[in-house]
């Protein structure tokens, strides 16, 4: 009957595969997790190797990724490397104190929760790995107001290479404009006067073209502020401007 009721609470459950945290706090989510019936820690726990370089991959819903100012390498860095078989696993990174700035990166790299360790409550991690497994973004309510704060002024996106050559279209410059502006398909539609079909489009080439997936991750490259290539004969006092000049690397 013990074992019965064992697969039944953990047929279903959330499979949350953990690395590169401190080893005591590991040892000590294993054992509170335990008591928790819809999430389950895949084995192995805590072996950054495996999730990078899994000889066989294991079914994983969620992925708990530590991360520090003095961690190398970087949550940023393991995101970027996570290999195809885990591609579809949604990513927590469990960080001390992240900025705003932390938070874009992570969020770029394809983090879908941001979870500060130094307000670490473990009924709270528990809902943020619910929230985000289900298909939401999880970060500090301040954090995600300082991104609504910013997405709701109006801005210019102009985004160049690296050589100052313009990567959008003027047509897909607008559609990324207004996308920043926070609007849908349907209002980009009506704004543009186009067919929803036709902004789809557009939005799949701007996507291709940034190499980013989602509007979110667009919104959030628009968001990043990069160095404008080096101007020849800069005069001695240019006039101010507010347009931001976003430049995509290699």
């Not at 459950?13 to 005591?24: E, G, T």
């Not at 473990?122 to 790995?129: A, G, Q, S, V």
């Not at 349907?186 to 940034?210: G, M, P, Q």
Request: net charge positive.
């Amino acid at each position: 009957m013990k074992r019965f009721i064992e697969e039944r609470t953990s047929h279903g459950a959330i499979k949350v595969m953990v690395a590169n945290l401190p080893i005591i706090l590991c040892e000590l989510l294993q054992g509170a997790f335990q008591a928790v019936p819809d999430i389950k820690i895949v084995l192995p726990a805590n072996e950054l190797q495996h999730l990078l370089n899994p000889a066989e991959p294991v079914p994983v819903d969620v992925i708990l990724i530590g991360s520090s100012k003095t961690d190398s390498p970087g949550a940023v860095s393991i995101l970027q490397s996570i290999p195809d078989a885990y591609k579809t696993a949604r990513v927590v990174v469990l960080t001390q104190d992240p900025d705003y700035a932390e938070v874009i990166s992570l969020f770029r790299a394809g983090a879908k929760g941001i979870f500060g360790s130094a307000d670490l409550r473990f009924e709270l991690l528990c809902k943020c790995i619910r929230c985000v497994h289900q298909g939401q973004i999880w970060a500090k309510n301040e954090l995600l107001a300082h991104l609504v704060s910013s997405l709701s002024h109006p801005r210019s996106t102009n985004v160049i290479d690296r050589h100052g050559k313009p990567l959008l279209t003027t047509r897909e410059q607008q559609v990324l404009h207004l996308l920043s502006d926070g609007l849908s398909n349907s209002e980009l539609a009506t704004v543009l006067k186009l067919s929803e079909h036709t902004i789809k489009n557009h939005l799949f080439r701007i996507y291709d073209k940034l190499g980013v997936s989602n509007r979110m991750e667009a919104v959030l490259y628009a968001l990043t502020p990069r160095n404008p290539p080096p101007v020849q004969n800069r005069p001695s006092n240019p006039m101010p401007s507010n347009k931001i000049t976003i430049i995509k690397t290699a």
